[in-house]
């Protein structure tokens, strides 16, 4: 199945930024294991949901979506500072830092209402 973790792209240019968010729902399907017992959204994935927006960023989806990838090449003063959990919408903003020879770097933010969520620097690779 798709694993898409962006719901909605609010504002966008190419080669520039994006912002979108994910709304938190107790149906998400990572739930049940992480963490029964108090639902926390992994980390990872909200990692996940920011470079997704990054590739939103970096194509235009009606001319480069089927195309072109991206693919994770690493993560940078990766900081998580608020559990989001079922109910939050997760807000993300990701500026285009650099792009050369495949490798593009953003910076990523993604907050709970005013605060901060989790922040860092991406870099993607593009596999074509």
Not at 19 to 25: A, D, L, R
Not at 46 to 74: R, S
Not at 101 to 114: D, N
Request: with cysteine; aromatic share 10%.
């Amino acid at each position: 199945f798709p694993f898409l973790l962006v719901d909605r792209v609010i504002a966008w240019e190419k080669g520039q930024y994006a912002i979108g968010y994910k709304c938190v729902t107790v149906n998400d399907n990572f739930f049940p294991g992480h963490f029964p017992e108090r639902a926390i959204m992994p980390g990872v994935l909200q990692v996940e949901a920011m470079a997704q927006l990054g590739g939103i960023a970096l194509l235009d989806p009606a001319d480069d979506a089927q195309k072109n990838n991206f693919y994770f090449g690493g993560v940078d003063d990766l900081r998580w500072r608020l559990p989001v959990v079922p109910g939050d919408v997760l807000f993300m903003r990701v500026d285009v830092v650099s792009v050369r020879h495949g490798m593009c770097k953003v910076k990523a933010k993604a907050y709970v209402g005013e605060k901060l969520a989790c922040s860092g620097t991406l870099t993607l690779v593009l596999a074509k």
